[in-house]
């Protein structure tokens, strides 16, 4: 990644302007993951999602390469979304023609545009993060943390299938700071640790 894509200040991450000049500045084709490539979640993933024909919104997929891996590796039917059109506009020219059954929308994660129930499976890596910088005490986020990751979930749930739906979350963040956000009456969640010296953790919040 080049420096002079790093924000100034942490809490840039959480603006979507500091994304779209992030994506202007990147080359046409350039990709970046957050935490981990696919080959390191692959065997998560294909436990967690055993049917390939899935349908899966990938929340804030950004230019990771993660969404065309999956594909390759048979889940055709995902739709992307990320609130930067510039990152939108890139990857639907970079995949339209070689993974044409992939969608890609300029949408925001607080406020989705599809059908209750719409989805089998939602996967985010790294974006409910980007939500989190906002500065202040991390043991006692600030009201708009709260608020927008609140959003996130309970819009993550009303688009996912009653009873059989996944929610899927890749970060670094630890269940302390996390699983506020996670729990809820009506779902189960189960927390695991990937990794050696630092840890990553995979959330799976079942409906
Ligand atoms: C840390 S990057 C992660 C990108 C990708 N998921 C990965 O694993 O590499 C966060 C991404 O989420 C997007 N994003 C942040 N907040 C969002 C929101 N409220 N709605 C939609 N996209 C958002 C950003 O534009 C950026 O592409």
Not at 14 to 33: I, L, N, P, V
Not at 60 to 87: A, F, H, P, Q, W
Not at 132 to 142: C, Q, Y
């Amino acid at each position: 990644m080049a420096s002079d894509v790093l924000p100034q200040k942490n809490e840039e991450y959480g603006t979507k302007e500091y994304w779209d000049q992030r994506y202007t500045q990147e080359s046409d084709g350039a990709s970046f993951d957050w935490f981990k490539k696919y080959d390191e979640v692959a065997p998560f993933i294909r436990e967690a999602i055993p049917d390939k024909n899935a349908r899966i919104l990938m929340l804030g997929c950004g230019n990771s390469t993660l969404s065309e891996d999956m594909y390759d590796d048979g889940y055709k039917n995902i739709t992307n979304i990320d609130y930067s059109n510039v990152v939108i506009e890139q990857m639907k020219r970079k995949h339209q023609t070689t993974r044409p059954e992939m969608e890609w929308l300029e949408m925001d994660i607080r406020d989705l545009k599809f059908e209750d129930a719409s989805f089998d499976v939602a996967i985010d890596k790294g974006t409910m993060d980007a939500m989190m910088t906002a500065k202040g005490d991390v043991w006692d986020p600030p009201q708009q943390v709260i608020d927008d990751c609140t959003k996130e979930v309970d819009e993550v749930l009303r688009v996912l299938r009653k009873d059989e739906g996944l929610f899927l979350y890749l970060t670094f963040g630890q269940p302390h700071f996390r699983r506020r956000f996670l729990i809820r009456d009506d779902t189960t969640l189960e927390i695991k640790r990937i990794g050696e010296a630092f840890h990553y953790y995979f959330y799976i919040v079942r409906t």
